[in-house]
């Protein structure tokens, strides 16, 4: 160690090593010509600009880059295009010395234009039955759908049909057209109805009509003959009347019942001596009012004199009205 005050003094051990210096990077001779005076140049962004100046690429003969600028931004000529992109030699040239120097057209001027409409593909799933489409994309509310469960677990043959809306008052937002009911029960002709008065009306076949008829004449129900269903017309086709039950889908009038033996039951007032007859007619339609708010037939009044009249007319006070 070198005494206090002393200057230490450091003695390489051995020859120390440096990198070789890189090369010195040599570049082209700058050429007098990209200093030459410039007073005389146009203004690359001035209107009378010529288009090399502003795009820097040589010109090819014959190319007026005068009326390549001012007429472009007015839609009078030719769309420019550069050649030679990638190499030492890119030139501006016109649309047309393009396609003479290549032997190709442009496609968007030779292809005919395709007006077909162009399919795209959506973000929702196409469903097309409605019972399976939920309400918010356009299928049907729960209680249609829960209504028309019913229908197939009572044996009811029908289809949907698309909206009815006659006009005011005239409307069925999902109809029904019911041709068959629980045990081959034919209605005729078939009947276009809202769900509700059909499940309604299904279920009076099968628990009250069909077991009477059995109980009194040993047969089953063959057909069903309705009057009227979906109808547009105000109560019993009175001018300035309310609208009927009818111009909703909301009713139906059922005027003769056919056995499979053959027999045929009309609902008119029957004969003194036919007691079967009243026995039957009076039996179903004191039940029918479990089922429907509105009852009428032969007695009630002179508009339903050889039919019943079923209907779900709603009233505030939930009366139901069986004449």
């Excluded at 395709?114 to 356009?138: C, F, H, Q, T, Y």
């Excluded at 089922?291 to 002179?302: A, Q």
Aim: aromatic share 6%; proline share 9%; with cysteine.
């Amino acid at each position: 160690m070198a005494p206090p005050g002393g200057i230490l003094s450091l003695q390489p051990a051995g020859p120390i090593l440096s990198e070789p210096a890189a090369p010195m990077m040599t570049s082209a001779p700058l050429n007098p010509a990209m200093f030459a005076d410039t007073s005389d140049a146009r203004i690359p962004n001035s209107a009378d600009a010529p288009l090399q100046n502003v795009l820097a690429y040589p010109v090819s003969a014959g190319v007026d880059t005068n009326q390549m600028t001012s007429a472009l931004p007015e839609g009078r000529m030719e769309q420019p295009i550069v050649t030679g992109i990638g190499t030492d030699n890119p030139r501006l040239t016109s649309a047309s010395e393009y396609q003479l120097n290549t032997g190709t057209g442009l496609q968007a001027e030779d292809s005919p234009v395709d007006d077909r409409p162009v399919k795209l593909a959506g973000l929702m799933p196409r469903i097309n039955n409605p019972m399976s489409a939920p309400e918010w994309a356009g299928g049907m509310p729960a209680a249609e759908k829960a209504c028309r469960t019913r229908l197939k677990r009572l044996g009811v043959t029908y289809r949907d049909l698309p909206a009815i809306n006659s006009g005011k008052g005239c409307s069925i937002p999902y109809p029904v057209e019911v041709t068959e009911l629980s045990g081959g029960i034919e209605i005729k002709p078939a009947a276009k109805l809202n769900c509700q008065i059909t499940d309604a009306f299904a279920q009076w076949v099968k628990n009250e009509l069909a077991p009477a008829a059995r109980l009194r004449y040993l047969s089953g129900v063959s057909s069903i003959r309705q009057l009227s269903s979906y109808s547009c017309r105000t109560m019993n086709s009175k001018r300035g009347a309310p609208m009927s039950e009818h111009a909703k889908g909301n009713a139906i009038d059922v005027g003769k019942i056919t056995l499979d033996n053959g027999q045929a039951i009309s609902v008119k007032k029957p004969g003194f001596f036919s007691f079967r007859e009243k026995s039957l007619l009076k039996t179903v339609r004191s039940d029918s009012c479990k089922y429907f708010t509105t009852v009428l037939g032969p007695g009630s009044d002179i508009h339903h004199k050889d039919h019943f009249h079923f209907d779900l007319r709603t009233r505030k006070t939930g009366y139901r009205h069986c004449d």
